[in-house]
């Protein structure tokens, strides 16, 4: 086949490598220009919790029935799925998610679900209408409201950090003639993080609230002796 003199001569070759080195950094440049593959997000929650059933340290006939309240999120920044994060040493102030991190409810249902289950392990958990059937009926029960208020792995330093869990709680009692407070705390329990990231923050925090809730059931059931 006839090729033209110029690719044939040295300057002709010359000139076809450095189209050819040309066109290869072209190409390598627009791959670079492509988006990353999208990171895949990672989902936690509190873990499985007890693996075998608790033996109840008193019977539920010895406690009256308690009902946690509805969650009310309509104000509340925690009512997404977000895994939060503060710079303490820098701005406390600012509350940030972890791009590829998520909880796989919001946390003040994973918090409460938790809840309901150890409260459940000495006494009867009602929901909000069977509440109000024992009051029609006469027959007293117990009402614990929570707040979840602050839910963040906390940086104190770049290289120390912790599960940050505050919770406002109040407890009542509530009969045919209304409700009455029996008590109202706020519970603050901080648990350090094994790692200073997403999965670090996940594990502490779920440990912080297992703490905290465990404190709670205590409060509870001290608050009307």
């Given amino acids: 086949m006839h ?5 044939r001569s040295p300057a002709g070759r010359a000139t076809a490598r450095r189209a050819l080195i040309a066109a290869v950094a072209l190409a390598l440049a627009a791959c670079s220009a492509l988006p990353d593959k999208p990171q895949r997000s990672t989902s936690y929650d509190f873990g499985p ?3 075998a059933a608790a033996v109840p340290a008193a019977p539920a006939a010895a406690l009256p029935p308690i009902t946690l309240a509805d969650l009310d999120t309509a104000a509340s920044r925690l009512e997404g799925t977000a895994l939060n994060y503060r710079l303490g040493y820098e701005d406390a102030q600012a509350l940030r998610p972890y791009a590829s991190a998520r909880w796989t409810q919001p946390p003040l249902q994973l918090f409460r679900q938790r809840l309901r289950d150890a409260l459940a392990q000495q006494r009867t958990v009602l929901g909000t209408l069977e509440a109000g059937n024992l009051a ?8 614990l409201r929570i707040s979840l208020d602050e839910f963040s792995h906390y940086f104190a330093s770049p290289t120390a950090s912790s599960g940050l869990v505050r919770v406002r709680a109040t407890l009542l009692a509530l009969s045919p003639t209304g409700e009455r407070v029996l008590g109202q705390r706020v519970f603050v329990v901080q648990r350090p993080a094994a790692t200073a990231d997403a999965a670090g923050g996940a594990a502490a925090l779920a ?9 709670m059931v205590r409060w509870v059931d001290g608050a009307r002796r």
Avoid at 3 to 7: F, L, Q, T, V, Y
Avoid at 136 to 143: A, D, P, W
């Fill in 207 to 215: 440990s912080a609230s297992d703490e905290l809730i465990g404190q």
């Fill in 3 to 7: 090729r033209p003199d110029s690719i």
């Fill in 49 to 51: 919790g007890p693996l």
């Fill in 136 to 143: 029609r009926e006469g027959r007293s029960s117990e009402v």
